[in-house]
């Protein structure tokens, strides 16, 4: 018959450190989503860059001082918990002033309450939407949708090679 020998003391400091990782699992969770979220922001920043340059009488593309606002204001947000999920956003923060010439364009074209309302400068969220979408003068040209996509698979693989390797660092202490 088989004969089964436990080290007492080396299994019970296994399980005192499973305990302390059910207890404290706050900042390995975090660590892991901010690691997803830097992996996106990344790629975000990458895309962007590579957004075609508007040309002058050619359709498409964006003006060079609007990629820069969006690099400029893209961010992660702080984290926080809804329900049982601890969730960050990845999106665009801030105003930007368009150069002077189309700040005097923008300018004739707009009555008193929406020049008093642009003091600031133009919602850098509000540049991201109208490049992704399109308006009545501009194509669209999808940037945030695409590198959603691209890098979900990524995003989660990096998410769980952080987890572990936080999981198996704090089971080694």
């Not at 003391?9 to 901010?34: M, T």
């Not at 204001?73 to 105003?95: A, R």
Request: hydrophobic letters at 35%.
């Amino acid at each position: 018959m088989a004969k089964l020998e436990l080290d007492t003391a080396r299994f019970d400091a296994y399980l005192r450190r499973l305990a302390e990782l059910q207890h404290n699992c706050e900042p390995v969770l975090k660590a892991s989503v901010y690691e997803g979220a830097r992996v996106a922001t990344d790629e975000m920043r990458k895309t962007i860059v590579a957004l075609p340059v508007h040309q002058k009488g050619a359709p498409g593309g964006v003006r060079e001082y609007e990629k820069e606002a969006l690099l400029e204001g893209l961010g992660i947000t702080p984290m926080s918990w809804d329900d049982d999920f601890l969730n960050v956003k990845l999106g665009f923060d801030g105003y930007y002033k368009p150069p002077e010439v189309e700040l005097r364009a923008m300018r004739r074209e707009m009555g008193s309450k929406e020049r008093a309302r642009r003091e600031k400068g133009i919602p850098t969220v509000v540049v991201a939407r109208s490049i992704e979408s399109g308006t009545s003068f501009s194509q669209k040209v999808p940037f945030v949708r695409p590198t959603v996509n691209r890098v979900r698979r990524t995003v989660v693989a990096e998410m769980q090679r952080e987890l572990e390797k936080q999981i198996e660092n704090r089971m080694k202490r």
